[in-house]
């Protein structure tokens, strides 16, 4: 099978939350959605947002091992039937924040006085003052806080290594979309089957359709990134853009990022593994175990396989160039999110470096020579056992080879850009050749718009290799789309007054009702004389 996987490179965040922002105008600027984001940017250490979402002590989200089978935190069948209608284990709209705006009215109405007038926040869900105590980056740049260190779910597991002294401080910037698993626990926690994954590209969606607003799927999604409308009684979720992904085009969160730190491309794996690989007994296993998910598009006999099983030609050629699969398999420098949560999710992260530079170059040392490099990430002010707790599930071994050669890369190219001769001794350090440091360094420094974005264009799940497809993915005959065939990719492009905006028209969209009476035609028009 293919999945869509995304890539963020921590080093190059700055926090500038552009990603947020144009993720929020693009998809959830409607009525019911002020609270969601999305994308949303964390300082790490800090609470996240919702606060504390990785306790799943606490949460249930996720999958757990009862008897060497994976079953939902939440538990199962009858107990979320049981709590319909009663759901203690989800947060609330304080654990995410209040969303507010300002009585700007104040400043032109306000009579004449000795004080100057203010703009008095207002609440966004019920119109009332309020005092503004959170919100989904209110602990930016805090992250060497007591007071935030204290709060970090992932923190505590390793506070006993940590020093809590504000002067010992540390902190990077995570960004967070959804996942997008190859195991997702929301989709097995709906009752009523409307989150779903598509064939063709892995992206998990909600059918607005079949959504009761049951919110099991809030309580089932461990990175807490599934949301309810509650002006439509819907749950909505990062789509990963799919009417951009399906027309070829980056994610709008990829497409606006300042620090061009993300990586979009195709990743082919075995879908009878996913299960196995989810299922092993240790957590520091899942991260090998998912990679041993993963095939690679050079090998012919996955090449042809793939294709057998309906993969386009042109899917399986975007996969041998994905920037994605590179980064993840072959230099094994990006690591998934809580892996411990058994969902395999599907966007990784490289871990930050930074740092280890800035803190030699404060002890006098030359902080980019390969030997001082190496020697000093086991202290990293980042501490190895933190980054580990993110990405690892709290094995130290991947995330210290992830950083060792992210410093050979710094190292060997150094020496380039200074004239001096390549030593092979710094890539055999950490089991590379020259030429292939040379190429990540490439990927990640360098990368023009095409080489970090490979993705090919929408085709029907189930599709012959030779078949054309023009029509969106959901469109595929049976399945849950609001479409009729052929329409996707051309509807996505299409002007107004063209054939296929036409059959956008008379269709029912609960995203846009505002939730007061009865939207326009979602009942039949009674007959004259009759009810």
């Known amino acids: 099978m293919a999945q869509i996987a995304m890539v963020m490179n921590l080093d190059k965040c700055i926090g500038c939350h552009t990603c947020s922002v144009t993720c929020k105008q693009t998809w959830t600027n409607r009525a019911g959605t002020e609270y969601v984001w999305f994308n949303n940017v964390e300082t790490r250490p800090g609470q996240g947002y919702p606060r504390g979402y990785e306790d799943q002590d606490r949460w249930k989200g996720g999958w757990r091992l009862a008897h060497g089978r994976l079953v939902p935190r939440a538990g199962g069948r009858v107990r979320r039937l049981a709590r319909l209608f009663a759901n203690p284990e989800l947060p609330l709209l304080d654990d995410y924040y209040q969303p507010w705006t300002y009585d700007y009215d104040n400043l032109t109405t306000a009579p004449l006085g000795d004080d100057v007038p203010t703009a008095p926040p207002r609440s966004l869900v019920d119109g009332r003052p309020m005092a503004v105590t959170w919100g989904p980056n209110w602990d930016d740049d805090l992250g060497g806080g007591p007071g935030h260190l204290a709060g970090d779910p992932v923190l505590r597991k390793i506070g006993d290594d940590v020093r809590l002294q504000y002067e010992q401080s540390f902190m990077f910037y995570l960004p967070r979309i959804c996942e997008h698993c ?135 050629e975007a996969a041998r160039r994905s920037p994605v699969y590179s980064l993840i398999s072959r230099y094994r420098v990006a690591l998934p999110l809580h892996p411990e949560y058994r969902t395999m999710p599907m966007v990784w992260y490289v871990p930050p470096l930074s740092p280890i530079v800035d803190a030699l170059a404060e002890t006098g040392h030359d902080g980019e020579e390969v030997g001082n490099l190496f020697g000093a990430i086991e202290s990293l002010r980042i501490p190895l056992g933190y980054l580990a707790g993110l990405f690892t599930a709290g094995d130290i071994a991947p995330v210290e080879a992830a950083l060792r050669r992210l410093a050979a890369m710094r190292a060997h190219m150094r020496r380039l850009n200074l004239g001096e001769d390549a030593d092979p001794a710094i890539a055999a350090r950490v089991d590379m050749e020259p030429a292939q440091i040379e190429r990540m360094y490439r990927l990640l420094a360098l990368a023009k718009y095409d080489e970090r974005y490979v993705i090919p264009t929408a085709y029907a799940a189930g599709a012959g290799a030779g078949d054309a497809v023009a029509g969106c993915g959901l469109d595929a005959p049976g399945g849950p789309g609001m479409l009729e065939t052929g329409a996707g990719v051309a509807a996505f492009h299409a002007p107004p007054g063209t054939a296929a905006d036409d059959r956008l028209r008379g269709r029912i969209n609960l995203l846009n009702w505002d939730g007061k009476g009865l939207p326009a035609g979602l009942f039949p028009p009674r007959a004259e004389g009759g009810r």
């Open 182 to 316: 190859l195991n997702p626990s929301c989709v097995a926690a709906c009752p009523s089957g409307a989150l779903y994954k598509r064939v063709e590209d892995g992206i998990v969606l909600v059918d607005q359709d079949r959504c009761r607003g049951w919110r099991m799927c809030v309580t089932g999604c461990p990175y807490k990134k599934v949301y309810f409308n509650h002006q439509t009684g819907k749950a909505e979720k990062c789509t990963m853009c799919y009417p951009r992904v399906e027309a070829g085009e980056p994610t709008v969160c990829s497409e606006t990022c300042v620090g061009r730190l993300r990586y979009l491309g195709v990743m082919l794996y075995d879908a009878d593994r996913v299960g196995e690989a989810a299922s092993v007994p240790r957590e520091e296993d899942l991260y090998p175990a998912q990679l041993g998910c993963f095939l690679d598009p050079g090998d012919p006999a996955v090449a042809s396989a793939a294709e057998a099983s309906g993969i386009p030609h042109d899917w399986v």
